[in-house]
């Protein structure tokens, strides 16, 4: 089992920055990669961003490439999303998750964090 805990979320104003965290734990070495997700009142829940543990390679959705840049700290077993010029529509719960199978990077997580809610006022 992996248990994540998110935090970093919050309300900022159109054009602002905001740093989420993904803290890993329990059986994190069997994780492949680590995502981002999110989801908006009345949608559903879509890809953000992927970063492989072993190696570092990135993915990102294209509604935030250039303005989103996921990282990961192995040694504190932690995952950042930093988001710059953030937009009213960037306005979700951030669902940190984990996968084990290094297939299909946007898809097939196998565990998730409680989420955090981050608000863009414009």
């Given at each position: 089992?992996?248990?994540?805990?998110?935090?970093?979320?919050?309300?900022?104003?159109?054009?602002?920055?905001?740093?989420?965290?993904?803290?890993?734990?329990?059986?994190?070495?069997?994780?492949?990669?680590?995502?981002?997700?999110?989801?908006?009142?009345?949608?559903?829940?879509?890809?953000?961003?992927?970063?492989?543990?072993?190696?570092?390679?990135?993915?990102?959705?294209?509604?935030?490439?250039?303005?989103?840049?996921?990282?990961?700290?192995?040694?504190?077993n932690t995952v950042y999303l930093q988001m710059n010029?953030?937009?009213?529509?960037?306005?979700?719960?951030?669902?940190?998750?984990?996968?084990?199978?290094?297939?299909?990077v946007r898809s097939g997580y196998d565990y998730w964090?409680?989420?955090?809610?981050?608000?863009?006022?414009?």
């Amino acid at each position: 089992q992996v248990q994540l805990v998110e935090s970093g979320g919050g309300l900022v104003q159109t054009g602002g920055s905001l740093r989420l965290s993904c803290a890993a734990s329990g059986r994190t070495f069997r994780s492949a990669y680590m995502g981002w997700f999110r989801q908006a009142p009345g949608k559903e829940r879509e890809f953000v961003a992927a970063i492989r543990w072993s190696g570092g390679s990135t993915d990102y959705a294209d509604s935030v490439k250039g303005r989103f840049t996921i990282s990961r700290d192995n040694a504190k077993n932690t995952v950042y999303l930093q988001m710059n010029s953030l937009k009213p529509e960037d306005t979700a719960v951030y669902y940190c998750a984990a996968k084990d199978r290094p297939l299909l990077v946007r898809s097939g997580y196998d565990y998730w964090g409680q989420g955090t809610q981050v608000t863009v006022s414009s």
